[in-house]
């Protein structure tokens, strides 16, 4: 009979690593306490803090480009002004045919 410990790794989500790193950051519990409140490594809670404040810049900064949706619907929209200003010349030109 073995008696050999499980190296299984834990795989924890997103929200979970975001919440233990802004615990973290935060700075009310220490590094440690926080580590044996979730039963994890204090590297972990480390290194998610880590990322946590290497990536909040990006976070809050102004958004400078268009994603393609953006793109897409301001092709359309261009699209759709087109058309509707034809619409409007034409409505205009026969108006002024029937003397309206």
Known sequence: MSTTKSNKR??????FKAKVGMEAMIG????GQIAREYQIHPVQ?????????DRLPELVAPHTGTDEDGQRLVAQLHEKIGELT????????KSRQLGL
């Open 28 to 31: 009310v519990k220490t590094v």
């Open 45 to 53: 809670v480390t290194q998610w803090k880590s990322v946590i404040r």
């Open 86 to 93: 034809v619409e409007l010349d034409w409505v205009e030109k």
């Open 10 to 15: 834990r795989r924890h989500s997103a929200a």
